[in-house]
């Protein structure tokens, strides 16, 4: 099926889409909603808005994520990704970020990052995907590595609204976090840390 091309020009100049741009800016910063701030974010992509204007967009993004991140983590809730779009738009936020990092080669801040999403997501595929890229991190892989010969792209299912995060190996799950073993326990310690502090 042909998606109907998209005229940028007449976009540019239609006062009901321009209308709907202000108030989706509008309505992301009063209700701090990251999943608006991706809607705002696509919009803008798509009439090719100024950088700086898209940039403020992914700084509010990334900087209201790890606001939503450092309250849920001191009040031990999970996101849950399956059912609540703002959740879901907060976890993609922190992975996209992480994935950033992981990218331009900050290991550290990479895997800390992918461990903190495997700690507060409640989808259990999810996480031992997270799991996974911590690992991969932890054993030295480059981010080009991981891509090329760990990751499968023909399994990702473009319909699955958790399609933005990368889920689908060349190996199965299992047998990955099994060859993994000795950095999956790595990343359990470090984060006893986080467990302990939900205990007390």
């Known amino acids: 099926m042909e998606m109907p091309e998209i005229h940028v020009e ?3 100049k239609d006062p009901e889409f321009l209308a709907n741009i ?3 800016e509008q309505e992301c910063k009063e209700e701090e909603s990251i999943a608006k701030g991706y809607q705002l974010l696509d919009a803008q992509l798509v009439i090719e808005a100024p950088e700086d204007e898209i940039n403020e967009v992914f700084t509010f993004i990334v900087n209201t994520a790890f606001d939503k991140l450092a309250e849920y983590l ?3 809730k999970s996101f849950d990704v399956n059912n609540d779009i703002e959740e879901r738009a907060i976890a993609r936020a ?9 990218s331009e080669n900050d290991k550290k801040g990479a895997k800390e990052m992918f461990l903190v999403l495997y700690h507060t997501i409640d989808n259990p595929k ?7 890229h911590a690992c991969a991190v ?17 399994g990702i299912d473009e319909t699955d609204p958790l399609a933005f995060f990368i889920q689908t190996f060349v190996q199965p799950n299992d047998i990955l976090l099994t060859m993994f073993a000795k950095y999956v326990k790595e990343g359990e310690d470090a984060l006893k840390v986080l467990e302990e502090s939900r205990e007390a």
């Open 126 to 132: 999810l996480k031992d995907a997270m799991m996974i």
């Open 74 to 76: 001191s009040t031990h």
């Open 22 to 24: 202000k108030r989706l």
């Open 94 to 102: 922190i992975y996209e970020h992480a994935i950033q990092r992981y």
């Open 138 to 154: 932890m054993a030295g892989n480059s981010f080009e590595n991981f891509i090329e010969e760990m990751v499968d792209v023909r």
């Open 10 to 12: 007449e976009l540019k």
